[in-house]
Nanobody, 126 residues
């Protein structure tokens, strides 16, 4: 059974940093693409970063490029997103999601992902 559990959310001031973790169980990362999505109140769910299970290639949305870094630790079946230079616009619930990689777009699209975590709140405010 595929299970994803996010952790690391919380409150941070603008310009600060935060690392989110996604603990993946029940599957091997090698065959899955793992993505982080976020959803702010009143807005659509947005795919911000993703990482390939097969070759480690990554995707970053323009809104986070240069500030967020996704990585994975296969030995621990963990995926991380390091978020730097956070802005109030980054405030959202962040979700980890996974899908079998074959035929998947690099750009995370919600309907293509069938395994989701419960989400973790990130609030950026002074």
């Amino acid at each position: 059974q595929v299970q994803l559990v996010e952790s690391g959310g919380g409150f941070v001031q603008p310009g600060g940093s935060m690392r989110l973790s996604c603990d993946a169980s029940g599957f091997a990362l090698d065959y899955y693409r793992v993505a982080w999505f976020r959803q702010a109140p009143g807005k659509e769910r947005e795919g911000v970063v993703s990482i390939s299970g097969s070759d480690g290639s990554t995707y970053y949305a323009d809104t986070v490029k240069g500030r967020f870094t996704i990585s994975r630790d296969d030995s621990k079946n963990m995926v991380y997103v390091q978020m730097n230079s956070l802005e109030p616009e980054d405030t959202a619930v962040y979700y980890c999601a996974a899908a079998l990689e074959y035929g998947l777009d690099d750009r995370p699209i919600p309907y293509q992902y069938d395994n989701w975590g419960q989400g973790t709140q990130v609030t950026v405010s002074s």
